[in-house]
């Protein structure tokens, strides 16, 4: 078995579900706190504007960076980081969803599921067990794993999206 040392936001892989409705105005406070002093930024694809806020959240190791944007459509985006290199931030793990509701909300369910699908580029690394990132495989998008929620099988060793009240008897 093997390790993988993921970038996060808020600490989880995806980062956190972020929800709000059309007309809110959402405050983003961004700490970095990047041990290897790494910038970041955040690009919400939620955001009108350039970058989706990424020039206004970047952020130096150590800097804290508030940002408001007013949510000006529904629907379901990505958010992630944007600094250079832009594709080994996002396939280290920084990355998740905004929800925007209608500005009436969406009608009640009794279950909500976030996945999402991430590729890991990897290759062995100098300590025995842990992988790094393969930049090079990145760019060929050749992933060494296709995984849901940051685990290699997430979906289907544990299930999470089992619903009993279909199941038939």
């Known amino acids: 078995t ?3 040392t993921w970038w996060t936001f808020d600490g989880t892989v995806p980062g956190p579900i972020i929800r709000c409705r059309v007309g809110d105005v959402v405050e983003v406070r961004y700490s970095n706190q990047d041990a290897d002093g790494i910038g970041h930024n955040i ?13 206004v959240t ?3 190791a ?3 960076k508030t940002a408001l944007f007013k949510m000006m459509d529904p629907g379901l985006f990505i958010y992630h980081c944007a600094a250079a290199p832009l ?11 905004m929800l925007v509701e209608p500005e009436e909300g969406l009608p009640p369910v009794d279950k909500e599921f976030y996945v999402l699908q ?3 580029y990897a290759q062995e ?4 067990g842990l992988l790094e990132h393969n930049y090079f495989d990145g760019l060929s998008e050749k992933p060494t794993y296709v995984v849901f929620n ?16 279909c199941e038939r008897t």
Do not use: W
């Not at 690009?43 to 020039?55: C, E, I, K, L, S």
């Not at 060793?157 to 009993?164: A, G, I, L, R, Y």
């Open 87 to 97: 594709p080994t931030h996002v396939a280290n793990g920084m990355y998740g969803l």
């Open 118 to 120: 991430s590729e890991v």
């Open 150 to 165: 940051r685990a290699e099988g997430a979906l289907t060793e544990k299930p999470m999206m089992v619903d009993q009240v």
């Open 62 to 64: 150590g800097e804290v």
């Open 43 to 55: 690009d919400f694809h939620a955001v009108t504007g350039p970058g989706g806020g990424a020039g």
């Open 58 to 60: 970047y952020a130096e």
């Open 2 to 4: 093997h390790k993988y």
């Open 125 to 128: 690394s100098e300590t025995a």
